[in-house]
């Protein structure tokens, strides 16, 4: 079963489009993954993610509507839905600096009540499910080229700006004292994060997002000693995750999005299992020694 | 950098923290702020570095009143707990410090001012496997990369025990006499083994006196 996997994998155009969309998103979700873990903003990839889906369910409404111009494409005004979610929890963050999460639960909100009523109104419910849990076996070209670009985006912030997305991720306080313009820096993170999370709605749907972005990292923090050994272990697992999911959607014909977030699953459980395990026979041996 | 604080009064709500307080630090001088808990201390702090928007009273910085003042880069800061960092995440303490300087500090610098500090064998190590007193240190080394003319330390020997203490003041000291203008918050119980030249006592009941070492009291504010 794993060969044919293997076969299909290079001889179906589906399967490659996948194979190639995976690798992208493996490495842009735990790279974004890393900075909203330190921040502490695990959900925020969530709430954008709704946000996100106001965006695409308005511009099913007005496909419906007959308006087609610049919208026939739901994931760009999803794009731009992000981006404005993103900027109104920066905006409520700040009118709720020592209950940041509060934010979060008002942006998800008016998000989920959007999507629904515009879903409604555009009378297409029935692609509710898609965007829920996506599917990255029937993603397109012209999504592959979306991604890539992206990805270029990213990597250009990065090069330009990471150092001090990093230094506002870990201390927001004292970067002011490495002049650093916190208020432009966390615009900038948070319109890179919106334009990823739409992006990987297509493939992970809604609902899965967050899992895509943290668990990696989540697992890689159990291994990691430094933050670029943290980084790379979390792109590992998550290029595992991609790989061996499409695997067990292939082979199983379950939804891609769910499998490649069960895999991630598993191999937090065992790396935090293992971990378990070598700690207590380290203190044991210490025991030994004393 | 001169430091004039004219009047400066400050209130969480109601409750008033700071009443009328006014001084003057001049380049090189090294004030050590003493008082008990809920003196008011750390809010003063928070005051001179702009954290607190002071309504009441001025801030000047060389004549530059604070709510204009855009040089932060000019002060380090080192705060008490670092509530806002986050330890839990794994960084070591040359990636830590790569991150924090805003010039173009080489990895030889950074590792001659890790040795200054003793921590010299620590760079490689994870931020959280650190103890309270090495993490102090490694954020002095941090506030030092750009070269403050200002480094304010709230409580820095919290966590450090009584033999490394010495040792870290010291440290403090070696910095004053390169010309940089020193604020520590301590307790009491350090007063005797620092080389302040002005001393802020801050007291519950909202008094205050600002004396310079060897002159007499120059200033009783009620």
């Not at chain 1, 404005?84 to 942006?107: A, H, P």
């Not at chain 1, 909100?109 to 009523?117: E, M, P």
């Not at chain 1, 697992?237 to 790989?243: D, I």
Request: charge should be neutral.
């Amino acid at each position: 079963m794993f060969l044919s996997f293997i076969t299909d994998l290079f001889q179906q155009d589906f399967m490659l489009r996948a194979l190639i969309a995976g690798i992208m998103l493996g490495v842009l979700a735990p790279l974004l993954g890393t900075f909203v873990v330190v921040r502490r903003l695990s959900f925020i990839a969530d709430t954008l993610g709704h946000f996100s889906l106001v965006g695409i369910a308005v511009s099913l409404f007005l496909t419906s509507l007959g308006v087609t111009i610049f919208f026939e494409k739901p994931l760009y005004l999803g794009i731009i839905f992000s981006v404005i979610g993103g900027l109104l929890i920066e905006l409520f963050r700040r009118s709720y600096n020592n209950f940041q999460e509060i934010s979060m639960v008002i942006v998800i909100s008016l998000g989920a009540a959007l999507s629904a009523i515009f879903f409604s109104l555009s009378k297409k419910t029935g692609s509710l499910y898609n965007y829920l849990f996506g599917s990255i076996l029937t993603v397109t070209n012209y999504y592959i080229i979306l991604i890539l670009i992206t990805a270029v985006i990213v990597a250009v912030l990065f090069i330009l700006f990471g150092k001090q997305i990093l230094a506002v991720s870990f201390d927001e306080s004292s970067a002011k004292f490495l002049g650093i313009n916190v208020n432009l820096f966390q615009i900038i993170f948070i319109i890179m994060l919106s334009i990823v999370v739409s992006v990987l709605l297509e493939s992970a749907g809604v609902l899965l997002i967050s899992s895509m972005m943290v668990i990696p990292v989540a697992a890689g923090m159990k291994l990691g000693w430094s933050y670029k050994s943290t980084l790379i272990i979390s792109i590992v697992f998550s290029e595992l995750s991609v790989f061996f999911g499409l695997w067990l959607a292939y082979s199983l014909r379950i939804p891609s999005g769910a499998a490649i977030v069960s895999i991630n699953i598993v191999i937090l459980l065992v790396v935090a299992i293992i971990k378990k395990i070598v700690l207590k026979q380290r203190i044991s041996k210490l025991d030994k020694i004393q | 950098m001169q430091i004039n604080i004219n009047n400066l009064s400050f209130a969480y709500g109601t409750k008033t923290i700071i009443s009328n307080l006014s001084l003057t630090l001049n380049s090189g001088d090294y004030l050590v702020i003493r008082g008990k808990n809920g003196s008011g201390k750390s809010t003063f702090i928070k005051c001179l570095l702009g954290f607190n928007q002071v309504k009441s009273g001025m801030i000047f910085y060389d004549k530059v009143d604070i709510t204009g003042f855009k040089s932060w880069t000019r002060f380090g800061y080192v705060s008490q707990s670092f509530d806002d960092f986050n330890y839990e995440f794994p960084i070591t303490v040359g990636e830590l410090l790569s991150i924090s300087s805003i010039k173009k500090t080489t990895e030889s610098e950074r590792l001659r001012l890790l040795e200054k500090m003793g921590i010299f064998d620590i760079v490689n190590q994870n931020i959280n496997s650190l103890s309270g007193g090495q993490l102090q240190r490694v954020f002095i080394v941090r506030a030092m990369l750009n070269t403050p003319e200002v480094l304010i330390l709230d409580e820095p020997t919290a966590s450090i025990d009584k033999q490394n203490k010495e040792f870290f003041y010291n440290t403090i000291d070696d910095l004053h006499k390169l010309g940089i203008t020193i604020i520590l918050i301590t307790h009491n119980d350090d007063i005797e083994i620092l080389n302040y030249t002005h001393l802020l006592s801050m007291y519950s009941d909202l008094t205050t006196s600002f004396e310079e070492r060897g002159v007499e009291l120059t200033e009783g504010v009620l």
